[in-house]
């Protein structure tokens, strides 16, 4: 008799019990980062801490970058809507189609998705940030300028106004991006799919800035902790003989 592993076809992923893993994840994060909400005089010393920051190192271009480039009402109007609707739908809709289609890249964005918010609520406790909105620096609130009931619409038991630092914003869509290059089919979308999921990040990017919701530096500090969970994913699986939890390839001869 001889035992070995096979690496079969892959079993579909369970959507209803990931609805339910994923659903009270989020609530648990939503609920913890509300819980968490720090003292105004923190938050705004340690903006004043960021900005002097970037200033340093050549990084500070928020003001400048939304009165030149948000300017125009149909611009600021752009990238509110890339802020409020390339976040959450387009992060429901990509888990939704690779759990249907690439189980392991579904476990392993779940899983960096998961990881990373646990840092997250981390640094969020350990370093309350005021946005550039609310640090008193002249930038306009375009989101809620434009659309109110997007703030309104968030309960204030599952919002921290201080928790820019880092901005998962750019994170999760960066995740989200990796995961569409990574599971793009081939056929004939590939190339538009493959453009969405590089593209998403980089409007974020723009968004989170533009909008004076998030500094430079939140953007890269959010990049850099989803990546690094991303990677860190990865590497758990290949030291799995059978890639990952939901494959079976134990065969016994």
């Not at 960021?50 to 300017?71: C, D």
């Not at 390339?86 to 392991?104: D, E, K, Q, S, Y």
């Not at 659309?147 to 919002?159: C, H, I, N």
């Not at 799919?193 to 980089?202: E, I, K, T, Y």
């Amino acid at each position: 008799m001889t035992i070995t592993w096979e690496k079969p076809a892959l079993r579909p992923v369970g959507l209803g019990r990931q609805v339910g893993i994923v659903a009270a994840a989020v609530t648990a994060y939503f609920g913890v980062r509300g819980a968490t909400e720090a003292a105004t005089d923190t938050a705004l010393a340690n903006a004043a801490a960021v900005v002097r920051f970037e200033k340093s190192v050549g990084l500070f271009h928020e003001s400048w970058l939304q009165s030149t480039l948000a300017g125009a009402p149909a611009v600021a109007t752009f990238f509110n809507w890339i802020y409020i609707y390339g976040h959450w739908p387009v992060i429901v809709a990509t888990l939704v189609w690779l759990a249907r289609t690439n189980p392991v890249i579904y476990y392993r964005t779940r899983n960096a998705m998961l990881l990373s918010g646990g840092i997250g609520l981390v640094v969020f406790m350990l370093f309350p940030l005021a946005p550039p909105r609310l640090a008193e620096l002249g930038l306009v609130d375009t989101v809620t300028q434009s659309d109110g009931a997007y703030r309104v619409l968030q309960p204030t038991m599952f919002t921290n106004q201080y928790a820019a630092m880092p901005s998962l914003h750019v994170g999760w869509d960066l995740l989200i991006g990796l995961a569409i290059l990574a599971a793009a089919p081939r056929s004939a979308t590939r190339p538009l799919l493959r453009a969405f999921g590089a593209a998403m990040p980089v409007l974020m990017v723009a968004a989170v800035v533009l909008t004076a919701n998030h500094y430079i530096v939140d953007a890269i500090a959010g990049a850099t902790l989803t990546t690094t969970c991303w990677f860190v994913m990865r590497a758990q699986e290949r030291r799995r003989p059978h890639g990952y939890a939901g494959w079976d390839g134990l065969v016994v001869r």
